[in-house]
């Protein structure tokens, strides 16, 4: 079945205490995102990455960092985590053009 | 400032009869445009899309319209069904497909 998964699916963390969500597609999709989704302001971009090794900053990358060693994950890595970063995270990946998400991360920083 | 907006947090429509989701867009360069539906506690899914160079595209009881003049697209379900309730996304792109903007969504009621 092709999907995009996402781990963990729900995390509360501290401030300062560094994670990474994880982020993987069996679709041989090239081109793969992050957004973040808060009340009012819909999906926001994260990162995106048009291959391996090419990733680029998206709408709002402030406090952010990604990797893609391989086509087909694609981590989210927080080094510093803020409250301001509580949020629901999702990952997708594109096909031609037609983004493919994941379920989506809860994440809450305290 | 959110250059994709929709402007109806919800709607409420009866089943069987149109629901009409609107979008406003500031950026002229956006060349793509599509719709997501988003159930709780999931991902958001592709339902429809249409490129900057079509006014009008089709797909079973989802139509989307877009007028480029006015920067304005909107999405018609008919007839809408109580399943069609989800929160609904537009979202663009630029040709090359890099970045996408999305909207706030709107929660659409499809009361039986």
């Known amino acids: 079945e092709a999907q995009v998964t996402q781990n963990p699916r729900y995390l509360i963390t501290v401030t300062g205490k560094k994670l990474t969500v994880t982020c993987s597609q069996n679709?041989?999709?090239?081109?793969m995102s992050w957004y973040r989704q808060d009340p009012g302001l819909g999906l926001r971009q994260i990162y995106y990455s048009m291959n391996v090794e090419v990733t680029d900053k998206g709408d709002v990358p402030e406090g952010y960092k990604v990797s893609r060693k391989e086509k087909r994950n694609f981590p989210l890595i927080l080094e510093s985590p803020s409250p301001n970063q509580t949020s629901l995270y999702f990952c997708a990946s594109l096909s031609t053009d037609t983004q493919y998400f994941g379920p989506g991360t809860r994440l809450t920083v305290l | 400032d959110q250059q994709v907006k929709q402007n109806s947090p919800s709607l409420s429509v009866q089943e069987g009869r149109i629901s009409i989701l609107n979008c406003d867009y500031t950026n002229s360069m956006f060349d793509y445009f599509l719709w997501y539906k988003k159930y709780p506690a999931e991902g958001p899914t592709f339902l429809i899309s249409?490129?900057?160079?079509?006014d009008k595209n089709e797909d079973g009881r989802f139509t989307v319209f877009l007028n480029k003049s006015a920067k304005h697209l909107s999405l018609h379900i008919v007839p809408s069904q109580p399943g069609d309730s989800a929160v609904y996304f537009c979202a663009a792109s630029e040709y090359n497909f890099n970045k996408f903007y999305f909207g706030s969504g709107t929660k659409l009621n499809v009361k039986p």
């Open positions: 249409i490129s900057s160079i079509k």
């Open positions: 679709m041989n999709h090239e081109y």
